[in-house]
């Protein structure tokens, strides 16, 4: 089956900067990669997904990038704000199945 | 337009005992998918309902079964609670034909099993 694995599991910033998140998969018909934001005690929220046809998508300060060959897809938050904090996931998914499978999450905290 | 509504939103069980989550799902979808999210980890996949039947399943063993009514609303059982168990459990709600595929979430249910 489906193997997501995320990178870094915590990630400090400060106000301002740039933060990545990297996500791996393993299998190749996953064609679908949304991304999740849970504040604490909070539902998981989709902020922004991409499909296996696009490379890039961006959405105001946040984008979002895909790599098929290599089975790869970060995020990328610019300009960030204390509430940037939160855990964020990302997913694999195949439209067909239906499932999707989580990395384990990362932590981002934004210092003011 | 209401979102994804769960219950209860807590829960405490002695192990042994039998439990029974609920979700309703968003206005317009059919898709009901149950997550466990231990506390620190991400969500980990139980099964999928679609059309009252379970389409896909996780590796969760038999203890866990669901059901999903012609409302599209989901429940899912748990039985013979061990303390393993405790953990938040998502319910996520979606379309299934259609090119938005991202979930919407419910609040959980925080099971803890004592």
């Known amino acids: 089956g489906e193997n997501v694995e995320q990178h870094p599991s915590t990630l400090s910033v400060q106000e301002g900067d740039s933060a990545v998140i990297k996500c791996t998969y393993s299998d190749s018909a996953s064609n679908y990669f949304p991304w999740y934001k849970q504040e604490l005690g909070k539902r998981p929220q989709l902020i922004i997904d991409?499909?296996?046809?696009?490379g890039e998508k961006k959405d105001q300060r946040i984008a979002v990038t895909l790599n098929k060959t290599a089975k790869h897809f970060s995020l990328h938050i610019t300009e960030t704000q204390p509430e940037d904090s939160a855990v964020y996931f990302c997913a694999a998914s195949n439209t067909n199945a239906g499932k999707s499978t989580f990395g384990d999450g990362t932590t981002l905290t934004v210092k003011p | 337009d209401a979102g994804v509504t769960q219950s209860p939103t807590h829960l405490i069980k002695t192990r042994g005992q039998q439990v029974t989550l609920r979700c309703s799902p968003k206005s317009g979808h059919d898709t009901v998918s149950w997550y466990q999210q231990a506390l620190g980890q991400g969500p980990q996949f139980i099964f999928q309902?679609?059309?009252?039947?379970?389409?896909q399943r996780g590796n969760f063993p038999d203890r866990f079964s669901g059901h999903q009514f012609p409302n599209y609303s989901s429940e899912l059982n748990v039985n013979a609670l061990l303390l393993g168990d405790s953990a938040l459990y998502l319910c996520?709600?979606?379309?299934?034909?259609?090119?938005?595929?991202?979930?919407?979430f419910g609040s959980g249910t925080r099971l803890t099993v004592v």
């Open positions: 991409i499909r296996s046809n696009v």
């Open positions: 309902y679609y059309e009252e039947e379970e389409r």
């Open positions: 996520a709600s979606s379309l299934r034909r259609t090119v938005n595929y991202g979930y919407t």
